[in-house]
């Protein structure tokens, strides 16, 4: 373990660990309000092969918890810090959920070379019907809100008696026979994020239009959705259609095709980001 302390002074809490022989390096970025503990699964059956980073976001599990910086862009900014920190030239980036609108905001301010592959997991492109947008637009990127439903979401998960509506959303993104012992887990990290700094972060993650970042992505992309997830997997299938040569993988309820497929099936899910990985040339630095 490992503290990096960001330029605009919050400690991120962060792990290095397995093989660097290949010359790989991944970077694992989770999700709003959960922490670098839920990659615990899979980060053994990944480090055998590979070096495997990974951290907690500012406001997440272990690293501080600022009164700043409640922004999908500061995030990205971070991730840039802790990858330059390490001297990383270049990685392969596996984003779950908001981590890969982290990843495509990374590759909106800074491009895509220090990246030598991305991997979005379970993350519409889109989360709110913008105005700009035709509802049919909105559905096919996997907006599932308009901006009445997301004052009253974002409002729920961020006030005083929040605990309830947290607990039911990250239900809501798991396989109906998820153990109890791994709700309560994942449970248990979800509460160390401040309820409204979260809240915060939050908005500000379900108002972004990644869109058209996507085209930009000159990269090897694999796109993961599953069956069971509350995120329709149309809607990475729609992703995965407008990045250039995306592969697209939906894992099934057998699978482990929830949200949180790595958690859920990390056997699966590692065998597919291992293939996927060599599948593509590798390290570009």
Not at 119 to 148: H, N, R, Y
Not at 239 to 251: M, S, Y
Request: hydrophobic share 40%.
């Amino acid at each position: 373990m490992a503290t990096y302390t960001t330029t605009d002074g919050v400690d991120l809490d962060v792990q290095d660990t397995g093989a660097t022989d290949s010359g790989r390096t991944l970077v694992l970025v989770h999700g709003w309000s959960q922490s670098r503990a839920t990659w615990d699964r899979v980060i053994p059956l990944l480090a055998a092969r590979h070096r495997v980073v990974s951290y907690d976001q500012r406001g997440h599990g272990l690293s501080g918890k600022p009164d700043h910086g409640a922004r999908v862009a500061r995030l990205a900014a971070d991730l840039h810090e802790v990858t330059g920190s390490l001297g990383l030239r270049s990685f392969d980036l596996v984003g779950h959920s908001m981590g890969a609108s982290v990843g495509w905001s990374l590759v909106d301010s800074f491009g895509t070379g220090s990246l030598d592959s991305f991997t979005v997991l379970d993350q519409p492109s889109a989360c709110v019907v913008q105005p700009w947008m035709t509802p049919e637009e909105g559905a096919a990127a996997g907006a599932i809100l308009d901006f009445p439903s997301t004052e009253g979401f974002v409002g729920a998960v961020g006030g005083p008696d929040a605990h309830e509506p947290r607990r039911a959303f990250l239900t809501s993104m798991l396989s109906p026979d998820v153990p109890a012992e791994d709700l309560a887990h994942l449970f248990e990290e979800n509460l160390r994020m401040p309820g409204p700094w979260g809240a915060r972060l939050l908005l500000d993650h379900a108002m972004q239009d990644w869109r058209d970042v996507l085209p930009l992505i000159d990269v090897p992309v694999l796109v993961v959705g599953g069956e069971v997830s509350h995120v329709s997997p149309d809607s990475q299938r729609w992703t995965a259609e407008h990045i250039p040569g995306a592969r697209l993988r939906v894992f099934t309820r057998a699978e482990g095709g929830s949200h949180f497929p790595f958690f859920e099936g990390p056997e699966t899910f590692a065998t597919a980001l291992l293939e996927f990985l060599d599948g593509t040339p590798g390290p570009r630095a």
